[in-house]
């Protein structure tokens, strides 16, 4: 179990660091396209940009990934787990492969303008913009869940957990969510969003290098005895 366990370990954070390095390209908008970047990540795959087909290219292959990498870790949870925690493991890694299709997704329908520039309309009434949007909240709702999950299966662990354990997911989704609503308001609002976003996306990267080792912790654990 041990051998094989580190195994699975090496395999999928490997594949979860690729994938959130190509999902946290942001930066390199600062050299091919400085003005898109201070808005949403998405206005530099937005068409007629300059190398948006380079950061469409980068997002699709990040959410093949991350669906490889679940699928890879859904088959170690099936083979593994015991079935009181088999549920909740299964129900986090699809979250988390949902939100990789989704940004799959999402990248291959570009929006058609950026916010703000002559000829661009309202968000509310651009058609790009609402389906483009339907793809991103549909992926942050995927990964939500898989958070939410393991909170779940770490709060009901073996005790000797240390309490900083059980908090670090609930702290990531406290403040993923902030800096995700906080992009949101600044958007319908028609002001700067880069920053708070490029945030938003970094804790993203984050929960994905972080994922495997919370489900290989609680596969290891034996459950608190009931009393």
Same mark, same amino acid.
């Given at each position: 179990?041990?051998?094989?366990?580190?195994?699975?370990?090496?395999? *999928?954070?490997?594949?979860?660091?690729?994938?959130? %390095?190509?999902?946290?390209?942001?930066?390199?908008?600062?050299? =091919?396209?400085?003005?898109?970047? +201070? @808005?949403?990540?998405?206005?530099?795959?937005?068409?007629? +940009?300059?190398?948006?087909?380079? =950061? /469409?290219?980068?997002?699709?292959?990040?959410?093949? /990934?991350?669906?490889?990498?679940?699928?890879?870790?859904?088959?170690?949870?099936?083979?593994?787990?015991?079935?009181?925690?088999?549920?909740?493991?299964?129900?986090?890694?699809?979250?988390?492969?949902?939100?990789?299709? !989704?940004?799959?997704?999402?990248?291959?329908?570009?929006?058609?303008? /950026?916010? @703000?520039?002559?000829?661009?309309?309202?968000?509310?009434?651009?058609?790009? $913009?609402?389906?483009?949007?339907?793809?991103?909240?549909?992926?942050?709702?995927? %990964?939500? *869940?898989?958070?939410?999950? *393991?909170?779940?299966?770490?709060?009901?662990?073996?005790?000797? /957990?240390?309490?900083?354990?059980? %908090?670090?997911?609930?702290?990531?989704?406290?403040?993923?969510?902030? $800096?995700?609503?906080?992009?949101?308001?600044? *958007?319908?609002?028609?002001?700067?969003?880069?920053?708070?976003?490029? &945030?938003?996306?970094? =804790?993203?990267?984050?929960?994905?290098?972080? %994922?495997?080792? !919370? &489900?290989? +912790?609680?596969?290891?654990?034996?459950?608190?005895?009931?009393?």
């Amino acid at each position: 179990m041990n051998s094989l366990f580190k195994s699975y370990t090496l395999n *999928v954070n490997a594949l979860m660091v690729v994938a959130a %390095l190509l999902y946290s390209t942001w930066p390199l908008g600062y050299w =091919f396209n400085p003005s898109a970047n +201070q @808005g949403l990540a998405s206005n530099l795959e937005a068409l007629s +940009q300059p190398y948006n087909w380079l =950061f /469409i290219i980068l997002d699709v292959v990040s959410g093949l /990934i991350i669906c490889y990498a679940c699928w890879k870790l859904f088959n170690f949870i099936n083979s593994n787990s015991v079935n009181k925690t088999r549920l909740g493991l299964r129900i986090t890694v699809i979250g988390t492969g949902i939100f990789g299709l !989704f940004t799959s997704i999402d990248a291959l329908l570009p929006l058609n303008c /950026i916010q @703000g520039t002559p000829g661009c309309l309202d968000p509310l009434y651009n058609p790009y $913009f609402i389906t483009h949007g339907i793809f991103s909240i549909g992926s942050i709702a995927g %990964l939500s *869940v898989s958070i939410f999950c *393991v909170w779940l299966l770490l709060f009901a662990r073996d005790k000797t /957990i240390m309490r900083q354990a059980h %908090l670090t997911p609930a702290m990531f989704m406290v403040i993923w969510l902030g $800096f995700g609503a906080f992009t949101a308001i600044l *958007v319908f609002h028609n002001q700067s969003s880069g920053n708070a976003q490029h &945030v938003f996306i970094t =804790f993203c990267s984050l929960w994905l290098v972080t %994922l495997p080792y !919370f &489900v290989g +912790q609680i596969i290891r654990l034996k459950p608190t005895p009931v009393l």
